[in-house]
Nanobody, 119 residues
């Protein structure tokens, strides 16, 4: 199992920046995949950015060129740098870890952090 805790959310004006952080309870080097998801009111949770176990980033089209996912394996941290924020980025952002055990894939979630983009 792995516990995840997010931080860094808040209120920011359109065009501004925020950096979200996620700390894992164990080594992220041993976790198959790490990702950031978001869920806006009345909408389904969607993946924003993900890192494979090898560190390759993947982004949703809506955030390409604006968001950057990264990790610090020494600190067991995953980050989401968000630039040029738009009102439509407003959502609760969740850190996710995926771990395969045989044929079963387990998903672990943090408690979420609110990001509000508004003037």
């Amino acid at each position: 199992q792995v516990q995840l805790v997010e931080s860094g959310g808040g209120l920011v004006q359109p065009g501004g920046s925020l950096r979200l952080s996620c700390i894992a309870s164990r080594s992220i080097s041993s976790i198959d995949g790490m990702a950031w998801y978001r869920q806006a009111p009345g909408k389904q949770r969607e993946v924003v950015a993900a890192l494979t176990s090898g560190g390759t980033p993947v982004y949703a089209d809506s955030v390409k060129g604006r968001f950057t996912i990264s990790r610090d394996t020494a600190k067991n941290m995953v980050y989401l740098q968000m630039n040029s924020l738009k009102p439509e980025d407003t959502a609760v952002y969740y850190c996710n870890a995926q771990q395969a055990e045989g044929a079963v894939v387990y998903n672990y979630w943090g408690q979420g952090t609110q990001v509000t983009v508004s003037s």
